[in-house]
């Protein structure tokens, strides 16, 4: 494992690049000093880049966001994300789990989030007694955002429910502008020690890079994916056999402590060809 000051150095030995976001290229509220630079540089050498989220919202809308965000089209090839995966997921429905979900939906998660719902034949069920599955978007701020406890009587309700679970982000936890929120994939974990039943579509499941793999054009092993999270980013790159480099000062903050990173990664069972401090050139 490599700790290195920015891409540079290796960016060479790659043609295409999988990139995270939350972490990576900003914090859900702004972006990163370097990250626009570094995308601009790896443009500059005909580098081909997909962005890939664990955002719970179609591809469409994260591309608005990078482009409010100061992040135009022209950076990047493409977008994918966990909830463009369970769009197309509850879609299709080619899937057998997911073709045994039924129509009816209980929303856990907070309002801005049901365009996901668009275009689908789903309709929403007003308590879990009513519905045929619950689809986990992630914590709802008029709940909770940072504690786990106040979501736990609805995790319940659905278990009574007896409903299978759809996580459309299998985060557990993001950084928000420096403050920890919950995500959809810690409610997934509790909901499963409850002995509920849940899928996930996104980061680390190794279906979510078939669809990058094929935006991004490039020979798997002339890819690099780029990420802040061992469990997610990282493991999920290796479970299809695509190098990653770890940024250190995203969720783990881990910038400056290369002993930690190694160890955490030894444990984790995972080996990053490199470390950056943050996502720069």
């Known amino acids: ?46 580098k081909r880049i997909v962005m890939l989220s664990n955002a719970p919202r179609r ?46 939906a209980f929303w856990l998660g907070p309002p801005r989030d049901l365009p996901l719902l668009e275009g689908l034949d789903i309709e929403l ?32 309700d659905c278990l009574r429910a007896g409903l299978p679970m759809v996580c459309a982000n299998p985060d557990l936890i993001i950084v928000r502008d420096g403050k920890q929120i919950l995500c959809a994939g810690i409610l997934a974990e509790a909901y499963g020690k409850m002995g509920g039943d849940f899928r996930w ?21 002339r890819v690099l994916a780029v990420g802040d999270a061992l469990r997610t980013d990282i493991a999920g790159a290796s479970s299809v056999g695509i190098e990653s480099a770890w940024v250190l000062d995203g969720i783990h903050d881990l910038a400056g402590k290369h002993p930690d990173a190694e160890q955490e990664a030894a444990a984790a069972g995972l080996a990053p060809v490199a470390t950056l401090p943050s996502f720069r050139w």
């Open 1 to 46: 494992m490599q700790h290195l000051e920015g891409l540079a150095p290796i960016a060479d030995r790659y043609d295409g690049f999988i990139l995270d976001l939350w972490g990576v290229i900003h914090d859900g509220v702004k972006l990163y000093p370097h990250s626009k630079a570094t995308l601009q540089a790896l443009r500059e050498r005909g």
């Open 59 to 104: 591809a469409a809308m994260v591309e608005k966001a990078l482009t409010a965000l100061g992040i135009p089209r022209d950076l990047y090839d493409g977008v994918m994300t966990s909830g463009e995966s369970v769009w197309q997921a509850l879609r299709d429905r080619d899937d057998p789990w997911f073709a045994g979900l039924g129509r009816r």
């Open 125 to 156: 069920a007003l308590s879990p007694g009513d519905a045929d599955f619950v689809l986990n978007i992630g914590a709802d701020e008029a709940v909770s955002e940072s504690d786990l406890a106040p979501h736990l009587p609805a995790l319940e």
């Open 201 to 221: 579509r996104g980061k680390p499941d190794a279906q979510v890079y078939g669809p990058t793999l094929a935006m991004l054009d490039c020979a798997k092993d």
